[in-house]
């Protein structure tokens, strides 16, 4: 059974760092794009970040702070985040989708999401 399964969100003051992790079930992470979205409450769906074997993007709001890795031993991709603002603010969903150029468009497993708060 295909499974991603997110972790690592929380409640982070500005200016804080958290790690999400994106761990994988019944396939295998590198054969795949892996990109990062997050949703703000009465926001749309936002792409933040893509790895896959040719590239890796970044949304502009997020380049220079935030940066996704994977771990082709543990089957985990991971954004580091540092720097965070409080419009950083939102669940945080892993996706991926076969694919060898990023993009933020067509990803057929998801997984259920990881709460990230920056706030004082």
């Known amino acids: 059974q295909v499974q991603l399964v997110e972790s690592g969100g929380g409640l982070v003051q500005p200016g804080g760092s958290l790690r999400l992790s994106c761990a994988a079930s019944g396939f295998t992470l590198n054969d795949y794009a892996i990109a990062w979205f997050r949703q703000a409450p009465g926001k749309e769906r936002q792409g933040v970040s893509c790895i896959s074997r040719t590239n890796s993007i970044y949304t502009d709001s997020v380049k220079g702070r935030f940066t996704i890795f994977r771990d082709n031993a543990k089957n985990t991709v991971y954004l580091q985040m540092n720097s965070l603002k409080p419009e950083d603010t939102a669940v945080y969903y892993c996706?991926?989708?076969?694919?060898?150029?990023?993009?933020?468009?067509?990803?057929?497993?998801w997984g259920q999401g990881t709460q990230v708060t920056v706030s004082s």
């Open positions: 996706a991926a989708g076969r694919k060898w150029i990023c993009s933020y468009r067509g990803y057929e497993h």
